[in-house]
């Protein structure tokens, strides 16, 4: 799985506190004074939640190191005579550490921790003006289906698309935004004015956005950086290009793929509706009829995603979504996308709706998609994972090794569930193939 890359130690341009924030940053940065530095684990560490930094978080550990040898050293030689002299030393550094250490420390990080909204750069008037548009041409897509209105038509690129900063429009991207600086979403995202946010999940965050004509849409700010690796911002934009071929059969199209400054995000069709999932949860299985319906919408799906010589490779019941107008599959090629443009090698996925050959670091192909699709399934039939919920060795086991428990799903079904959850991936239907079976 991609890391998330948190910022540097100390930011290169200090970001001011605002106003109505700078009697509390003061307060805050003089707590290992006022506690004699008992207060600087928890000063920094407030410090690296608010900036999602991994070196705060290393720094706050070691605070509480040294408070913790200072205190245990203190505690068991009252007689500062009897103390070792090694042991003395650690002390003495324990505590001027925190004390003296972590508030220089908490001045630096003060500007950043309690930075005005401005630091992010000039917040936009919003409108259509305010984003100059290109020369009139004709749309390379329809309409999405179920949002209203007309996005603007996209004209076609003179170079190749993943060679541009953004793939579907000519519009820069305002590399003064960033990401991952604080608990609320940022108010604008490139022309996309941010509204609520969503959902949160293994590859980035989600959030509901308003395009500049009025539409909404969904955007996906990615976890993975690309920070200073031109070959893996243009690797990873042509991958994700590969998705604007997908056929709108019950998936959310992809309207937009842009980086700023170091981090991408993915832009598609506001789909109005609980995951699979939720639903699942909330309100139990799906009944007969309905668990049809939602087998034959999402192997339509799998199919039209496959047909665009695109694997989805993290196909589970989170990434369908049941719209008014029925199921709807996110997120397809997105891990595809990020495996090839991550420094490390890792299984990008869910472990228990992976396919063998996923765990196993083999080819993963539109076979795997199938797999995932069976053991969604067998979620939506019975509210329960196929392959069990509780430690990762088990589950990994159970995939590898035994077949999960059919019975829940309708008699018609289940033969073809089992097909599509044989461990040789050569002997799994095709998504087409299940289309056919399930309407014959």
């Not at 604008?188 to 004015?193: T, V």
């Not at 690309?226 to 019950?250: D, H, P």
């Not at 309100?283 to 339509?300: H, K, Q």
Request: with cysteine; hydrophobic share 40%.
């Amino acid at each position: 799985m991609s890391q998330q890359s948190g910022p540097s130690w100390y930011p290169p341009q200090q970001p001011q506190p605002s106003s109505s924030t700078v009697g509390w940053s003061v307060v805050w940065a003089l707590v290992p004074v006022f506690t004699c530095g008992l207060g600087t684990p928890f000063v920094i560490g407030h410090a690296a939640q608010r900036l999602r930094s991994v070196p705060l978080v290393f720094a706050t550990a070691v605070y509480a190191l040294g408070l913790g040898v200072f205190i245990i050293g203190a505690g068991t030689y009252g007689d500062s005579d009897l103390i070792p002299g090694w042991l003395n030393v650690l002390v003495v550094l324990g505590f001027f550490g925190n004390w003296i250490g972590g508030l220089g420390h908490a001045l630096i990080l003060r500007g950043a921790v309690f930075a005005r909204p401005a630091a992010f750069g000039p917040k936009p008037a919003f409108g259509p003006q305010s984003y100059p548009q290109p020369a009139p041409v004709q749309p390379t897509y329809p309409p999405p289906g179920p949002v209203s209105g007309q996005y603007t038509p996209i004209p076609q690129p003179s170079q190749p698309p993943y060679l541009k900063n953004t793939l579907y429009s000519d519009q820069p991207p305002r590399t003064n935004m960033q990401f991952g600086q604080s608990e609320r979403p940022q108010e604008w995202i490139g022309p996309y004015r941010v509204i609520d946010t969503i959902g949160r999940g293994g590859q980035g965050t989600v959030h509901l956005a308003l395009t500049p004509q009025g539409q909404k849409v969904a955007i996906k700010v990615l976890h993975e950086h690309f920070t200073g690796n031109r070959a893996a911002r243009e690797r990873f934009l042509r991958e994700v290009e590969a998705t604007r071929r997908v056929a709108t059969f019950s998936t959310a199209r992809v309207l937009d793929v842009n980086i700023n400054d170091d981090q991408a995000y993915v832009v598609s069709e506001y789909v109005d509706g609980a995951s699979l999932e939720q639903l699942v949860r909330d309100r139990g299985p799906r009944d007969e009829d309905g668990l049809t319906r939602l087998a034959l919408a999402t192997a339509g799906a799998l199919a039209a995603i496959h047909r665009a010589g695109v694997v989805h490779r993290d196909f589970k019941p989170a990434n369908v979504l049941i719209g008014t107008d029925g199921p709807r599959v996110i997120d397809f090629g997105i891990a595809r996308a990020l495996d090839q443009v991550t420094a490390t090698s890792s299984v990008m996925g869910t472990p228990a709706y992976m396919s063998p050959e996923q765990l196993g670091g083999g080819h993963v192909g539109p076979e795997s998609d199938v797999f995932s699709w069976a053991s969604t399934m067998i979620f939506a039939a019975s509210g329960r994972v196929a392959f069990g919920s509780d430690t990762i060795p088990a589950i990994l086991n159970r995939v590898l090794n035994h077949q999960p428990d059919l019975s829940a799903l309708p008699p018609s079904l289940r033969p073809l569930a089992a097909s599509c959850l044989e461990k040789d991936p050569a002997r799994r239907p095709t998504a087409a193939d299940i289309m056919l079976r399930i309407v014959q």
